[in-house]
């Protein structure tokens, strides 16, 4: 008893005095403080003889700490304009990305630049937009891992024979007429330099691909991802996004290549590697996270090991010659999809990649883009040129195989919308196209107008498509032991 009423009475005996600390704060403390500040006002200057300017390669031209006061600035104003224009294109059914891109827009010479030029140099300087597109070049590399990583094998297994026909039959048909665009209508358009080969193929995949991920998005929020017709949508886009990411990285090769001999080079060390991360790094992953999955704190080995292995992948290509987001994408593909550890790496990851680094990356293709530049003279033609092949190639490439291999009409039709949709794989290729200047600045912009715009129209055709009645309803309901493949907050575009 006698100890417990000494501890009650502790504090009170320290506290008994309540000018105590006052004091010793005043006495200690405020004395150092100002023989400091006389020490520095009366014997020091603010002002070096020769102010020193930062530099990076001939980059900067003001200070490193005011370009970073810039830079923090820019990404908070790119964060809430993209995350605000994300929501409202959510609270009218569209995928964000579609609302994120938007954003991007307005912010650049589209909007502000032509409303407020003097407000958009103030904010977005040359300094500031050096760094935005560093991060989000780092927001692409994550994000193609992500894509990797989310591949639907476990649907590629169950509709092989049909996802194959249709998914390569819906490239290959757009694809050829990309070339034949490249070759007559958009000859002129060729930026100086480039090959008519690797112009030709390039606009052949543009006109090619499918957002997996957005597409995954899609399916889930309108309750059509489990379904039969969902299934097969899925697993046809996946086969959709790894041939043409094989084909753009023929083209990457190409323009890389000085000639035919190091082009077949590029490739051969690309198939080659492609190989080692398959047959060696896929399993020695693999036993990796059993050892790491076995005791909970053993999951940072793993995690290290991931991003480790993402940013050495992603340096390999490109030291290769086909750029470093093909790495991030072999990365993705061996990383083990059951594994309690890389599934919360995943989780991890993605947030800083989907709420800053590719909002970042959106503001840097809005600020690099004038939609009215790019659509005075012939180039409003161009865009409903590319918008009327684009469309009209992936419905001839897929709803014909589709009829063939048995379905319905309305369920050809559904298959030829969804894979019209672009979304960020798009975006993707079509940015890494205008940083070899394979297309220039104003094809970019007909492109993404082309993106927009698919992406936008690709859940409000699987809801009029869908039956009611008929033969097709049955595509359309659950599957008996539907395949649950996660829909991670990366497909949330």
């Given at each position: 008893m006698v100890t417990t009423s000494t501890q009650e009475e502790?504090?009170?005996a320290v506290g008994t005095n309540r000018w105590r600390r006052p004091l010793i704060y005043f006495l200690?403390?405020?004395?150092?403080?100002?023989?400091?500040?006389?020490?520095?006002?009366?014997?020091?200057?603010?002002?070096g003889d020769e102010p020193a300017q930062a530099g990076m390669a001939g980059q900067l031209v003001a200070p490193l700490h005011d370009v970073l006061g810039l830079v923090l600035v820019a990404c908070a104003i790119v964060v809430v304009a993209t995350q605000l224009a994300g929501a409202l294109a959510a609270r009218f059914q569209q995928p964000r990305v579609v609302g994120e891109i938007t954003a991007g827009l307005l912010l650049g010479p589209t909007v502000l630049g032509l409303l407020a030029p003097s407000v958009s140099e103030l904010l977005f300087p040359g300094d500031v937009?050096?760094?935005?597109?560093?991060?989000?070049?780092?927001?692409?590399?994550?994000f193609m891992f992500?894509?990797?990583?989310?591949?639907?094998?476990?649907?590629?297994?169950?509709?092989?024979?049909?996802?194959?026909?249709?998914?390569?039959?819906?490239i290959a048909i757009p694809f050829v007429l990309g070339v034949c665009l490249a070759v007559w209508p958009l000859a002129d358009l060729r930026p100086e330099g480039v090959g008519s080969g690797p112009f030709a193929i390039f606009i052949g995949v543009a006109l090619s691909?499918?957002?997996?991920p957005v597409l995954a998005k899609i399916l889930h929020d309108r309750k059509i991802k489990d379904t039969r017709i969902g299934a097969l949508g899925m697993a046809t886009a996946g086969i959709d996004d790894v041939t043409a990411w094989c084909l753009l990285a023929l083209v990457?090769?190409?323009?890389?290549g000085d000639s035919l001999g190091s082009v077949l080079g590029i490739v051969l060390l690309s198939v080659t590697y492609a190989a080692m991360m398959w047959w060696v790094v896929r399993p020695l992953l693999a036993r990796l996270a059993a050892y790491t999955d076995a005791d909970p704190s053993r999951s940072p080995i793993l995690m290290i090991a991931i991003l480790m292995l993402i940013m050495l992948s992603s340096g390999a290509t490109a030291m290769i010659g086909i750029e470093a987001i093909f790495g991030a994408f072999l990365a993705g593909i061996v990383t083990p999809r059951s594994s309690r550890?890389?599934?919360?790496?995943?989780?991890?990851?993605?947030?800083?990649?989907?709420?800053?680094?590719?909002?970042?990356?959106?503001a840097g293709i809005g600020l690099s883009t004038d939609l009215w530049d790019a659509a005075s003279g012939a180039g409003g033609l161009v865009m409903g040129l590319v918008l009327l092949v684009a469309v009209g190639g992936k419905f001839l490439g897929v709803v014909l195989p589709a009829l063939a291999v048995g379905t319905g009409a309305r369920t050809a039709l559904a298959l030829g919308s969804m894979m019209n949709c672009r979304g960020l794989t798009e975006i993707v290729v079509l940015n890494l196209g205008l940083s070899l200047g394979v297309i220039s600045a104003d094809l970019f912009a007909a492109f993404l107008i082309m993106t927009l715009l698919t992406t936008a129209v690709t859940g409000p055709l699987l809801e009029l498509l869908r039956p009611r009645s008929g033969p097709d309803v049955v595509m359309w309901q659950m599957e008996p032991e539907a395949v649950q493949e996660p829909v991670s907050s990366s497909t949330r575009s």
């Amino acid at each position: 008893m006698v100890t417990t009423s000494t501890q009650e009475e502790r504090p009170n005996a320290v506290g008994t005095n309540r000018w105590r600390r006052p004091l010793i704060y005043f006495l200690f403390v405020v004395p150092a403080a100002a023989i400091a500040l006389f020490l520095v006002q009366a014997r020091t200057s603010w002002v070096g003889d020769e102010p020193a300017q930062a530099g990076m390669a001939g980059q900067l031209v003001a200070p490193l700490h005011d370009v970073l006061g810039l830079v923090l600035v820019a990404c908070a104003i790119v964060v809430v304009a993209t995350q605000l224009a994300g929501a409202l294109a959510a609270r009218f059914q569209q995928p964000r990305v579609v609302g994120e891109i938007t954003a991007g827009l307005l912010l650049g010479p589209t909007v502000l630049g032509l409303l407020a030029p003097s407000v958009s140099e103030l904010l977005f300087p040359g300094d500031v937009r050096f760094f935005l597109t560093t991060i989000g070049q780092l927001g692409v590399i994550f994000f193609m891992f992500e894509v990797g990583r989310e591949l639907p094998f476990s649907l590629l297994k169950k509709n092989t024979s049909a996802a194959v026909i249709v998914g390569h039959a819906g490239i290959a048909i757009p694809f050829v007429l990309g070339v034949c665009l490249a070759v007559w209508p958009l000859a002129d358009l060729r930026p100086e330099g480039v090959g008519s080969g690797p112009f030709a193929i390039f606009i052949g995949v543009a006109l090619s691909v499918t957002a997996f991920p957005v597409l995954a998005k899609i399916l889930h929020d309108r309750k059509i991802k489990d379904t039969r017709i969902g299934a097969l949508g899925m697993a046809t886009a996946g086969i959709d996004d790894v041939t043409a990411w094989c084909l753009l990285a023929l083209v990457v090769a190409g323009v890389n290549g000085d000639s035919l001999g190091s082009v077949l080079g590029i490739v051969l060390l690309s198939v080659t590697y492609a190989a080692m991360m398959w047959w060696v790094v896929r399993p020695l992953l693999a036993r990796l996270a059993a050892y790491t999955d076995a005791d909970p704190s053993r999951s940072p080995i793993l995690m290290i090991a991931i991003l480790m292995l993402i940013m050495l992948s992603s340096g390999a290509t490109a030291m290769i010659g086909i750029e470093a987001i093909f790495g991030a994408f072999l990365a993705g593909i061996v990383t083990p999809r059951s594994s309690r550890g890389a599934t919360e790496f995943a989780f991890r990851l993605s947030g800083p990649t989907h709420w800053l680094m590719l909002p970042v990356f959106f503001a840097g293709i809005g600020l690099s883009t004038d939609l009215w530049d790019a659509a005075s003279g012939a180039g409003g033609l161009v865009m409903g040129l590319v918008l009327l092949v684009a469309v009209g190639g992936k419905f001839l490439g897929v709803v014909l195989p589709a009829l063939a291999v048995g379905t319905g009409a309305r369920t050809a039709l559904a298959l030829g919308s969804m894979m019209n949709c672009r979304g960020l794989t798009e975006i993707v290729v079509l940015n890494l196209g205008l940083s070899l200047g394979v297309i220039s600045a104003d094809l970019f912009a007909a492109f993404l107008i082309m993106t927009l715009l698919t992406t936008a129209v690709t859940g409000p055709l699987l809801e009029l498509l869908r039956p009611r009645s008929g033969p097709d309803v049955v595509m359309w309901q659950m599957e008996p032991e539907a395949v649950q493949e996660p829909v991670s907050s990366s497909t949330r575009s």
